[in-house]
């Protein structure tokens, strides 16, 4: 049976990118403090970590604009905001469908604790998510191979119960106390950004709160 498929009968609930929650406005404290609760799984963050802004994504894996952010913006935001000690960022799985629920704990497997190998493992799925869409076991079961994994190492990853539950888990946790319904959704220290952004417009809201 294909990875996605698979993971369907397990019977997670994904949501579509159709399914709009209303806006609730919570103050900015409130969002802090939820932001802030530790997550069914480990962050996975770049940066230092009292870096003076903190930008959490909550993203999905075949996602488009998430792929074009991780392209286009991602590495400007690194160099200029990351690496510099600025900015401290957070990625957090939203996966809108069963094969970016697959993806994201491919991910996962492949990171261990090592965040920094989390991030390169979402750049490959973020450059090949075509493929991860049209052929998605044997292109999971490629990236795998990159980072060493054999297609047995893979395969068993695809079935980790409890990590695919902790993934639901931290999803009905964005949507139902953050309000996250789609993706990209950014929160830029507590303050939520929906949708794509170019570089240009993050480094004017990136500049202004480090002029405060």
């Given at each position: 049976m294909p990875i996605h498929s698979r993971l369907a009968a397990l019977g997670l609930l994904v949501l579509t990118a159709l399914f709009v929650l209303p806006e609730a406005r919570a103050d900015k404290a409130q969002t802090l403090?939820?932001?802030?609760?530790?997550?069914?799984?480990?962050?996975?963050?770049?940066g230092r970590e009292k870096a003076p802004i903190t930008i959490i994504e909550y993203s999905s894996l075949t996602?488009?604009?998430?792929?074009?952010?991780?392209?286009?913006?991602?590495?400007?935001?690194?160099?200029?905001?990351?690496d510099t000690g600025k900015?401290?960022?957070?990625?957090?799985?939203?996966?809108?469908?069963?094969?970016?629920?697959?993806?994201?704990?491919?991910?996962?497997?492949?990171?261990?604790?090592?965040a920094q190998r989390y991030f390169d493992a979402l750049t490959m799925l973020f450059k090949q998510q075509?493929?991860?869409?049209?052929?998605?076991t044997d292109t999971l079961k490629s990236i795998g191979g990159h980072f060493g994994m054999s297609e047995q190492d893979v395969?068993?990853?695809?079935?980790n119960q409890e990590m695919l539950d902790k993934i639901g888990a931290g999803q009905k946790f964005a949507f139902d106390?953050?309000?996250?319904?789609?993706?990209?959704?950014?929160?830029?220290?507590?303050?939520?950004?929906k949708g794509a952004m170019s570089f240009e417009?993050?480094?004017?809201?990136?500049?202004?709160l480090l002029a405060r």
């Open positions: 403090t939820l932001l802030a609760k530790p997550q069914p799984l480990p962050d996975m963050t770049l996602c488009p604009h998430c792929a074009a952010f991780a392209e286009n913006v991602f590495p400007m935001l690194q160099t200029k905001y990351i900015v401290r960022f957070v990625s957090r799985e939203f996966p809108l469908e069963i094969k970016a629920v697959a993806a994201s704990m491919l991910a996962r497997c492949i990171a261990g604790d090592n075509d493929a991860v869409v049209a052929h998605t395969d068993t990853c695809e079935k106390q953050l309000k996250v319904s789609a993706t990209p959704t950014f929160f830029i220290n507590g303050e939520m950004v417009e993050l480094d004017k809201r990136l500049s202004k």
